[in-house]
């Protein structure tokens, strides 16, 4: 298992080895998921997101790598549906 924390100073990690700090937040995730691929576990993982990462563009790029992943992502996000934008919420709805 992996945590990291953002300081003033850099990013903090339990993970050997680990230098580079990304630009941001959403793109630690991606490093983190590939890295845990080599944890040789019995089950596949499921990464627990935060709403800084809430970004639709990435959790595509994750499903299609074959990620496993949960998010708590903020309801009020805008979303184009049948040529509207509208809220997140609404169309679950």
């Known amino acids: 298992?992996?945590?990291r924390?953002?300081?003033a100073d850099g990013v903090?990690?339990?993970r050997v080895g680990k230098t580079a700090t990304p630009p941001g937040h959403v793109d630690e995730v991606l490093d983190a998921m590939k890295a845990a691929r080599?944890?040789?576990?019995d089950k596949q993982p499921v990464h627990v997101i935060d709403r800084e990462a809430d970004?639709?563009?990435h959790y595509r790029?994750?499903?299609g790598r074959g990620h496993r992943f949960v998010v708590r992502a903020d309801s009020n996000r805008?979303?184009?549906w049948h040529d509207r934008e509208r809220k997140l919420a609404d169309v679950v709805a």
């Open 61 to 63: 790029d994750w499903h």
């Open 5 to 7: 924390l953002r300081t």
């Open 78 to 80: 805008l979303v184009q």
């Open 12 to 14: 903090l990690s339990t």
């Open 55 to 57: 970004s639709v563009g």
């Open 38 to 41: 080599g944890w040789n576990l």
């Open 1 to 3: 298992m992996e945590l």
